[in-house]
Each structure stands twice: as structure tokens, then as C-alpha cells.
């Protein structure tokens, strides 16, 4: 079976498919609309959103209008990173669901620790009250699933000790480069399934030397190996792009990385994005 119509069973049974569609920095309109429904026509089944992103009311518009049967779609959406209190999470996730106009979500995270205007501030205490909120939810059936994105250990550790469920999901930056190995250990302890999101560096990695080197020996394109790489990982990548030929390409990744190479590719070291 081809790798886009796999899927990953979190630790409360919900099945998750492999690879997610990232829709980060897609605007809002035709180039949201549009690229969903691309990457829908092409197989895709999960699709990932963020209030935070803008895009919501367009994402949801492409997976209505490609007749795919709601149930067959894994949808995440998350909750804008500034909102720290019970209340303001449940009204953000009410909004969130009109923007989608849909009966419920498959997945809703808490999109980082702090806002994104004061990354590193102590939010504790909101992200407790926050966390409520989401448990809240999850039991009334709204949400499938609960988790949070670009949280450390510490961060995870204060929901456990003062909440009652355990993220299903910590949604992470994690591609080649960054191998994230705290995080990474202490969710698999915990029994957290770990997204990646920018699983090619916001592109940058598709011009490394040594990964090119790889995806020649492979016959394949570095986008291929990057995404590969995090699958053999045994994470879900969301590789993002809004052209069809690149949205294709991404979902092709149906060859196996050799340990060798794996361990080449670990020896890989540093994070090109261009807020570090
Ligand atoms: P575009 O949207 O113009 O296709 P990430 O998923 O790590 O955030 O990376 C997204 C970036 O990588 C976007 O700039 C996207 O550009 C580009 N991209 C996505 N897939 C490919 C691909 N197969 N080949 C080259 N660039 C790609």
C-alpha cells in the first residue's frame, strides 16, 4: 500500500494518515482554495490548518467542494498562540469550527507555549487553562483528538501534573539538521505522537549538498528524501507546497532510506530557517 494511504494510530485510536498537507504561509482565497483541492485530488486525506494561518475558511471551502466525504479527511487545526485562558480557547475553537462549518475536528493543538510575539514567556498557567479547555472539548465529543504543537518537555510536564489527558499529538519543527532529541524521547515515553511540520526546511534544504548527494543514489529529488527521512523516523511530515507537480512529488516517497544513508543524514547538523 502507498505511503499517502497509510496511517499512524495515536495513543487513543485515532488514525492519523502518514504524510499531512501543511498549509503555513498559504494565503487565505485562490492560493489556499486552490492548493487544497490539489492536494485532495491527489490523494491526500489529511490537512493541516491553523487559525493563526488565516486560511481556515479556505481550507474548509476546498474540502467541501471536493466531495470527499468529510469522514474520509483528517482535519488539525490549532489555537492562535496568544489565547492563554478557558474561556477565550473555547470561543476561539467555536470560531474556528464556524470559519470550517464543520460537526467536529479531527485535531486541535495549542500552537506554541507562548504567543508568537513573546516566544520563551512563562504561560503555565494559561497553557494549563488552555489545556482545560481543549479536555473540555475533546470529552464532548467536538474534537477527535487534542494536542499541542512546539511544546518542550517542561512545557508537556506542567499539563501533566496539574491535567488529566496526555497530548495525543506534539506537532514539532523536525526535519534533516535538527534532530530535536529531548522532544522527541520524552514523547515517545509519554506515549505523544510527533508531527513535522516543515519537514524540508521551508525549502531550504532542497539545495544541500549532501542531501542532493542522497536523493541521487535514491533516483529521487531532495524533497523526496527530506519527507522520507521523517517518515522513517516515525513521524508524520506536512510538506507544504502550492504547486501541483511539487504536491505530487511529495506523496511519492514509496523507496526506503538504507541505514547508511539514515545515519549520513543524521550527521547532517544545523536549522536554515530564517528565524535562527
Ligand atoms: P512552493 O509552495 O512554491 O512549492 P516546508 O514544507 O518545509 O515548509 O517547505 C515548503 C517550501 O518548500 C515552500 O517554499 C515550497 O514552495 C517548497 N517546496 C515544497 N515541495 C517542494 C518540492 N517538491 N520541490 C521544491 N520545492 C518544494
Known amino acids: 500500500m502507498k505511503t499517502l494511504n497509510q496511517f499512524y494510530t495515536l495513543s487513543n485510536g485515532v488514525k492519523l494518515p502518514k504524510i499531512g498537507f501543511g498549509t503555513w504561509q498559504v494565503a487565505n482565497g485562490d492560493e489556499a482554495y486552490q492548493s487544497v483541492l ?10 493541516d490548518t491553523a487559525e493563526g494561518y488565516g486560511n481556515e475558511e479556505s481550507v474548509a471551502k476546498a474540502i467541501l467542494d ?25 470561543a476561539a475553537f467555536e470560531k474556528t469550527m464556524s470559519l470550517l462549518k464543520f460537526d467536529y475536528l479531527d485535531l486541535f493543538l495549542i500552537h506554541a507555549p507562548w504567543p508568537w510575539s513573546e516566544m520563551g514567556k512563562d504561560c503555565k498557567e494559561g497553557n494549563i487553562q488552555a489545556w482545560k479547555a481543549m479536555e473540555k472539548l475533546y470529552k464532548d465529543g467536538r474534537i477527535r483528538a487534542i494536542g499541542v504543537s512546539n ?21 514539532i519543527g523536525y526535519f ?33 549538498p549532501d542531501i542532493i548527494k542522497v536523493a541521487e543514489k535514491y533516483n529521487v529529488s531532495p524533497a523526496q528524501i527530506c519527507i522520507r527521512y521523517c517518515l522513517q523516523k516515525g ?14 512529488e511529495n506523496t511519492q516517497v514509496d523507496f526506503e ?10 550527521t547532517i547538523k544545523g536549522d536554515p530557517r530564517r528565524w535562527d
Do not use: W
Not at 82 to 90: F, Q, R, V
Not at 158 to 168: A, K, R, V, W
Not at 176 to 185: L, S
Not at 257 to 266: A, E, G, N
Open 38 to 47: 490539489l492536494a485532495l485530488k491527489n490523494g491526500y486525506r489529511h490537512i
Open 66 to 90: 471536493s466531495k470527499i466525504p468529510r469522514s474520509e479527511i483528517f482535519v488539525t487545526s490549532k489555537l492562535e498562540s496568544h489565547i492563554k485562558t478557558y474561556e477565550g480557547a473555547l
Open 151 to 171: 511544546f518542550s518537555p517542561d512545557d508537556i510536564e506542567n499539563l501533566l501534573n496539574h491535567c488529566e489527558i496526555t497530548p495525543h499529538v506534539n506537532q
Open 176 to 208: 534533516i539538521g535538527i534532530d530535536q532529541k529531548a522532544t522527541i524521547d520524552y514523547c515517545e515515553k509519554k506515549n505523544i505522537f510527533i508531527e513535522a511540520y516543515s519537514p524540508l526546511g521551508i525549502g531550504y534544504l532542497l539545495s544541500n
Open 235 to 248: 513521524t508524520a511530515p506536512l510538506p507544504k507546497s502550492t504547486h501541483e507537480k511539487r504536491i505530487i
Open 257 to 266: 532510506i538504507k541505514k547508511v544513508d539514515m545515519d549520513f543524514l543524521d
